[in-house]
C-alpha cells in the first residue's frame, strides 16, 4: 500500500523527525487538494516497500516517527497490519486521514496509532459540495471524530481555508463542531500544480490569518486553535 515516501520530516509528526508514507487512492475529489496525483489508486510496487523499510532500519535510531499520508490511507486494508510493522520497530505512529471510515481508524487505533490529524473540510451543511460530491460523508465523519474523543489517541482536527469556501459564518459554525479543550490547527490555502482543479483560489492573508484565530479564540478559551 506504501505509494511513496519521504525520507526526513522536520513538520509532519509535530515535535518529531518523521519519515512520511504516502497512499494512493481518494473517496474525495477537493478541488484545491494539493496531492491530486494521489487520488487515484495505484497499486503499490514492492521495490518502494522493500526501499521504505530499508531506510527506516537504518534510521531508526534518529527518527522518532512515521506519518501515514494519501490520498486516504484508510481506504486500504493493510493499514492495521503496517502500523503494527511499524510498532514493533520501535516508531511512533502518525495517520492523516479525513474521517470516512471509521471502522478502519478503530483498527489502525488499536493496532497501536500514537496520533490521528483528522480533516474537517467544512461545516456539515457544506461538506459534499466541499469536497466534490454529490453525497455528503457527514454521519461517517461525526463517527470519526466520536471514536477520536473516547479513544486513548491523542489527535488534533484541521482545516484547509480559503475564501471561497470558509466565510467567517462558516468558521463561526465550524467552531461549533470542536469541543473545549481540543486542539483545531488551520492552515492557509496554498496553490499547487497537482491540484484537481487549476482553478486559483483565495488565501488569506498572514493579519486576516491572526484575525481569525484570535476571533475564534475568543469565542471559546477552552479551545486550542493554532495556525500551521
Not at 481506504?75 to 471502522?103: E, F, I, M, Y
Not at 467567517?168 to 500544480?193: A, F, H, K, T
Request: hydrophobic residues 35%.
Amino acid at each position: 500500500m506504501i505509494h511513496d515516501f519521504i525520507k526526513t520530516s522536520f513538520v509532519d509528526y509535530p515535535k518529531l523527525i518523521s519519515t512520511v508514507i504516502f497512499t494512493s487512492g481518494c473517496n474525495f475529489r477537493c478541488p484545491f487538494c494539493h496531492n491530486g496525483s494521489l487520488v487515484n489508486f495505484k497499486t503499490g510496487e514492492l521495490s518502494v516497500t522493500n526501499r521504505f523499510f530499508e531506510h527506516v532500519e537504518k534510521r531508526k535510531k534518529v527518527l522518532d516517527g512515521v506519518v501515514i499520508t494519501g490520498g486516504e490511507p484508510t481506504l486500504h486494508s493493510g493499514l492495521p497490519d503496517l502500523v503494527g510493522s511499524l510498532k514493533n520497530l520501535g516508531l511512533k505512529v502518525k495517520l492523516d486521514t479525513n474521517g470516512t471510515n471509521p471502522d478502519m481508524l478503530s483498527q489502525a487505533i488499536d493496532a497501536g496509532i500514537d496520533y490521528v490529524a483528522m480533516d474537517l473540510k467544512n461545516d456539515f451543511e457544506s461538506y459534499a459540495h466541499t469536497i466534490g460530491l454529490d453525497v455528503s460523508p457527514v454521519e461517517n465523519i461525526r463517527r470519526s471524530m466520536h471514536l477520536l474523543r473516547t479513544a486513548s489517541v491523542e489527535y488534533e482536527f484541521r482545516t484547509t481555508i480559503m475564501k471561497e469556501f470558509h466565510s467567517g459564518q462558516v468558521l463561526d459554525r465550524m467552531m461549533e463542531m470542536i469541543e473545549p479543550g481540543e486542539l483545531w490547527v488551520i492552515q492557509n490555502y496554498r496553490y499547487s500544480d497537482e491540484q484537481l482543479k487549476s482553478t486559483m483560489f483565495t488565501s488569506f492573508s498572514p493579519l486576516e490569518l491572526m484575525e481569525i484565530r484570535d476571533r475564534l479564540r475568543a469565542k471559546s478559551i477552552d479551545t486550542r486553535i493554532e495556525l500551521r
